[in-house]
């Protein structure tokens, strides 16, 4: 149980495309759903947590503008990165809780994003 | 403001050589502290949820234990499918939903 599907797996796209990552719970819905950016041998930083019908919330440091964050529905959440470029090259990798109270985090197996 | 931190950073094992991980912590209000592996080019699994000191969760050869200022991943007997990078973060009662993860121990374990 507790599922999580990102999609796609592999980016790799010209410099100043806008590019779209979904992360799907297939079997809860998921209230809280985290993006988060993966550093080569380093831990997750987090960019934003995203409620389902709410706008997100950005960490420090993160440009709203360029990470564009929607949570349409209890099982779906997309990240575009707009007008990407290489300094935007990573591991992407989403998370999401069922419910409220103290829960782990379920997540997707990333995107590697590679802007040329 | 919420910190872990892991050691050591790389530890490498001969099978069925045991060890233990360590997360060192400080957090206002733990709600929980979480363990998770990743696995090169994969999104963290989930391993343990640990939410009071002196409790204690086991998995096969996996035990994890909890005091108020750290957090011990012990690996009893490893196998070389045992290798993967360890992650523990915390949730404070503060901060709904989200953790601050630790940056982990890369485990190899050699046959």
């Known amino acids: 149980g507790a599922v999580v599907s990102q999609h796609p797996s592999r980016v790799i796209c010209k410099s100043g495309t806008s590019v779209k990552i979904e992360c799907r719970s297939l079997?809860?819905?998921?209230?809280?759903m985290f993006w988060y950016r993966q550093f080569p041998k380093k831990s997750l930083m987090l960019m934003a947590t995203?409620?389902?019908?709410?706008?997100?919330?950005?960490e420090q440091g993160v440009e709203k503008d360029k990470f564009l964050i929607n949570h349409a529905s209890l099982t779906l959440s997309t990240l575009t990165v707009t007008s990407a470029h290489p300094e935007d090259s990573s591991f992407y990798i989403c998370s999401a809780i069922p419910g409220t109270g103290v829960q782990p985090q379920h997540f997707g197996d990333g995107t590697r994003l590679s802007i040329l | 403001e919420d910190q872990v931190t892991q050691s050591p950073e790389a530890l490498r094992l001969q099978e069925g050589e045991s060890s233990s991980l360590n997360c060192s912590y400080t957090v206002s209000g733990l709600r929980g502290l979480f363990w998770y592996r990743q696995d090169p080019g994969k999104g963290p699994e989930f391993l343990f949820t640990?939410?009071?000191a002196g409790e204690e969760k086991e998995k096969e050869r996996l035990k994890a234990t909890l005091t108020k200022k750290e957090s011990f991943l012990h690996i009893t007997a490893p196998k070389p499918e045992d290798s993967a990078t360890y992650l523990c973060?915390?949730?404070?009662?503060?901060?709904?939903?989200?953790?601050?993860f630790g940056d982990g121990t890369t485990l190899t374990v050699k046959p």
């Open positions: 973060a915390v949730q404070a009662r503060t901060n709904a939903g989200k953790s601050t």
């Open positions: 079997d809860f819905q998921a209230t809280t």
């Open positions: 995203s409620n389902e019908g709410s706008k997100a919330t950005y």
């Open positions: 640990l939410y009071s």
